[in-house]
């Protein structure tokens, strides 16, 4: 999947693509999945009036068929040769784009976000529509992942599809940007301190894709809290996370508790890491 060429590549651009994880029809029905179990944009509240964690944040932990996106074989390969054989995920959004939607996602780094150290996370991106520049595709800077962890701050603007609007401080040249154009069932890989962003959905569809956040096992988070991941390939040998399981049923009630759990205690770190609140 990715040789000692695209590996150097990777180190030098931060960045890997494009890869096939499975083919179109495969991706459709993972797509038609994502907007029957994932198609509610806000997130939903109890009978208490408690608002519950979005389906939209890490999915494999309800439903059987994320569960089986997130360990596809090609992709973990591709994740292997980079961080290496113990690979343990640690987070994953849901990125619509609404077809002909403002919607944008400002220059960042992934890393700003998650308190781990170090930085050795690495996010495949997973199209299940065409994910291109009309439709608004990430874009990265090549070789930005060598700057290092870099000031972000919020802008506010309600297009912005990140939480806060979260924006890196530093001047981009976006000339220099390679667009990681993808067709359904293709993915990419970004590093961690990549800088990327992403443009407003100017074509006709909507564009639909995963990010997904994998670690090595040595990885761990910097803060007090006690967070989940979910093992996927490999031993865990270090123990920094609890290990998520997988679901047994659709969103059945132990689903659900875990899925709840994860991201409970993904806002209590937050509370810590000020950057981590709310973030994708
Ligand atoms: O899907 C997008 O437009 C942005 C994705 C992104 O920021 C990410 O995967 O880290």
Not at 64 to 69: H, M, Q, R, V, Y
Not at 89 to 96: D, L, P, S
Not at 241 to 263: G, K, M, N, V, Y
Request: aromatic share 8%; hydrophobic share 45%.
């Amino acid at each position: 999947m990715l040789d000692a060429a695209a590996i150097a590549r990777y180190r030098e651009t931060g960045f890997a693509t494009p890869m096939r994880a499975v083919d179109a029809a495969q991706a459709e029905t993972w797509r038609a999945d994502l907007v029957r179990c994932c198609g509610q944009a806000e997130r939903p509240v109890s009978a208490a009036g408690i608002r519950q964690p979005s389906n939209r944040i890490k999915p494999y932990l309800l439903f059987p068929w994320a569960a089986e996106l997130v360990r596809n074989p090609a992709i973990l390969d591709a994740v292997e040769a980079v961080i290496g054989p113990d690979i343990l995920i640690f987070h994953t959004t849901i990125w619509w784009k609404a077809a002909q939607s403002e919607g944008f996602v400002p220059w960042h780094q992934d890393g700003t976000y998650f308190g781990l150290a170090p930085f050795e996370h690495v996010t495949a991106w997973l199209a299940l529509t065409p994910s291109t520049a009309e439709s608004g595709c990430v874009r990265v800077l090549p070789g930005s992942q060598k700057l290092g962890q870099l000031p972000h701050a919020d802008q506010k603007d309600p297009a912005n599809m990140l939480s806060r609007g979260q924006t890196v401080q530093a001047a981009v040249d976006a000339t220099a940007a390679v667009n990681l154009e993808l067709q359904p069932g293709e993915f990419s890989l970004h590093h961690t301190l990549a800088l990327h962003s992403s443009a407003p959905n100017l074509a006709a569809h909507d564009r639909i894709g995963l990010g997904i956040s994998y670690i090595p096992a040595s990885v761990r988070h910097v803060g007090p809290t006690r967070l989940s991941a979910t093992l996927v390939r490999g031993v865990d040998r270090f123990g920094h996370f609890d290990l998520e399981p997988r679901p047994a049923a659709e969103a059945d009630a132990a689903a659900r508790a875990t899925h709840a759990d994860s991201i409970n205690r993904f806002w209590v770190a937050s509370e810590g890491i000020p950057e981590m609140r709310l973030v994708h």
